[in-house]
């Protein structure tokens, strides 16, 4: 299927590099809403995302010439559009990030223990709270330091292969994973106090307060 998706793609990339404006306008409707999501993630604020999303597609028109055929079109774009994003967010007011190590546990070399992002939703019943939930995650994962930052939300959010993101961020494998898996403890941690309830709010203290 990714052969499948690459081979389309190079076949729309030389049509480009022709002149074919039909070509071009193909390959924004078929990456826009993904490029928009990675810049999203990177910006949090939709103007922006626009505004890098656009900025991405620009850069690709003036930039496509210099794409290697050899290699996926798919990481190198993710990658322009990642610069795009990012050369975008360091012109605006810097964003605070927290470090990642007070909320991250040392955990041994296997990281067992360690549950899955996404097992923080599971067995939630009411809509209501599986969409907050998901928001807060999505709030926790933009305090990440940019490294972390950008595989959670392509691994997790975008739900891309992470073979594909460890080539897209230029990184390897077995480093992306350990990124991912300290990210995810981050955002369990963050979620685990976000929802904790407090010890005013026990069901002994709900119960003191309303009883006659």
Not at 159 to 166: G, I, Q, T, W, Y
């Amino acid at each position: 299927m990714a052969e499948d998706q690459n081979a389309s793609d190079l076949a729309l990339v030389r049509r480009i590099k022709e002149g074919d404006e039909e070509a071009f306008r193909e390959m924004v409707e078929r990456y826009h809403a993904r490029i928009y999501s990675l810049s999203y993630g990177v910006l949090r604020n939709a103007e922006d995302a626009e505004e890098a999303t656009q900025d991405s597609f620009l850069t690709l028109y003036r930039k496509i010439s210099t794409f290697d055929e050899s290699k996926k079109f798919f990481s190198w774009f993710y990658r322009v559009a990642l610069n795009q994003a990012y050369s975008r967010a360091r012109r605006r007011k810097p964003v605070t990030t927290v470090p990642i190590d007070e909320y991250v546990p040392r955990l041994g070399s296997d990281g067992r223990g360690s549950p899955e992002f996404s097992a923080w939703v599971d067995g939630v019943e009411d809509e209501v709270i599986a969409r907050n939930l998901a928001e807060r995650a999505e709030e926790f994962i933009a305090e990440l330091p940019e490294p972390y930052r950008d595989v959670i939300w392509m691994v997790d959010v975008e739900e891309l292969k992470p073979a594909d993101v460890a080539e897209t961020l230029e990184i390897s494998l077995p480093a992306l994973k350990s990124r991912l898996h300290r990210a995810r403890l981050h955002v369990r941690q963050r979620l685990a106090e976000a929802t904790a309830v407090p010890p005013a709010e026990s069901q002994g203290a709900r119960a003191n307060r309303v009883a006659p």
